[in-house]
T-cell receptor
Framework: GAVVSQHPSWVICKSGTSVKIECRSL??????MFWYRQFPKQSLMLMAT?????????EQGVEKDKFLINHASLTLSTLTVTSAHPEDSSFYIC????????????FGPGTRLTVT | GENVEQHPSTLSVQEGDSAVIKCTYS??????FPWYKQELGKGPQLIID?????GEKKDQRIAVTLNKTAKHFSLHITETQPEDSAVYFC????????????FGGGTRLMVKP
């Protein structure tokens, strides 16, 4: 299957600072990427849909000024958590969709963010 | 919008036995149903998927069945092994909203050696 990478795999930052997470589709071009958040022992919660060259679409309740998403190329999307607080600590996972009618959706390995 | 329910939430089987996880969906327009396996601390891994024009699909020890009339689909794992232990998520597309995936709540599968 297709490969999606994510960097960093884990990060610890201080409250009030910003953190950038990168998501790359390694062997395919992805016009659409997704960012999810996952709390322990829970399902995946969609935060936003990222389309190459256009503004991201955020789900209800997700602050777009806090979670900045940029999808500058067909293989790269970034999520920046601005002014992080301890409650932003979570497991963030990106996902990329292959093109065409028979599309599939692949996930990255996730980024564990801890805000102290 | 789409609503996906998954059962059971936990499943414990003996090594070599079969495991079945069931999901129901609400949107009759949904046409793509992937299954993901998530190990602790890792991202979900696509293990098998099925589209609405097919009733069953098999890949070695894993199979998925789809009943469009009843709006439910199931994952079948035969000859389970300890390395099958993980959380499994089903998902379905919504007929609207740009074909975003809606996930079930997950099933924690434990295979006892």
């Amino acid at each position: 299957g297709a490969v999606v990478s994510q960097h960093p795999s884990w990060v610890i930052c201080k409250s009030g600072t910003s953190v950038k997470i990168e998501c790359r589709s390694l062997d395919f071009q992805a016009t659409t990427m997704f960012w999810y958040r996952q709390f322990p022992k829970q399902s995946l919660m969609l935060m936003a849909t990222s389309n190459e060259g256009s503004k991201a679409t955020y789900e209800q309740g997700v602050e777009k000024d806090k979670f900045l998403i940029n999808h500058a190329s067909l293989t790269l999307s970034t999520l920046t958590v601005t002014s992080a607080h301890p409650e932003d600590s979570s497991f963030y996972i990106c996902s990329a969709r292959t093109g065409g009618r028979d599309y599939e959706q692949y996930f990255g390995p996730g980024t564990r963010l801890t805000v102290t | 919008g789409e609503n996906v329910e998954q059962h059971p939430s936990t499943l414990s089987v003996q090594e070599g036995d079969s495991a079945v996880i069931k999901c129901t969906y609400s949107d009759s327009a949904s046409n793509y149903f992937p299954w993901y396996k998530q190990e602790l601390g890792k991202g979900p891994q696509l293990i098998i998927d099925i589209r609405s024009n097919v009733g069953e699909k098999k890949d070695q020890r894993i199979a998925v069945t789809l009943n469009k009339t009843a709006k439910h689909f199931s994952l079948h794992i035969t000859e389970t092994q300890p390395e099958d232990s993980a959380v499994y998520f089903c998902a379905a597309t919504s007929g609207d909203a740009g074909n975003m995936l809606t996930f079930g709540g997950g099933t924690r599968l434990m295979v006892k050696p």
